[in-house]
């Protein structure tokens, strides 16, 4: 069984290097045409995958690094500190549920004052019972 075992991984290597060659868009294949990579890896076992699939990593990576974007100069924000998507948000929400903040008033304008007790009263826990109109305390 052992002695099978580099037969099997030569085939298994350039099935999986000749599916990848073919399925990849003429455009993109890497110094040779297709068709010459195709010999390559069906006439030149275990080492014609290999080639192929190194070739192609670093086409591929090269694409990807002039397609990919600048990173950003400024630092990223998270979206519960963004503003502009805290405020898209408002849509979303149900107005019956929410529960608007008070306006808020000048300052200004003075704020009503609450009524004072009368002089004559004193506001304390240790007050007398109040009499009532049947004489009794």
Partial sequence: M????????????SVYALFSCIQTPDDEV???????????????PFVGPIVWLLAQRTARAGRERQVRPPRPTGRSMAPDDDPDFLKSLDRYRDPRTTIKPPED????????????????????????????????S
């Fill in 30 to 44: 890497p110094h040779l045409p297709k068709l010459v990579w195709i010999l390559i890896i069906v006439f030149v």
């Fill in 105 to 136: 008033t000048p300052r200004d304008t003075p704020r009503p004052k609450e009524p004072e007790p009368p002089a004559d009263e004193t506001p304390t826990g240790d007050s007398p019972p109040a009499e009532t109109d049947d004489g009794k």
């Fill in 2 to 13: 052992v002695r099978f075992l580099p037969f099997l991984i030569s085939l298994v290597l």
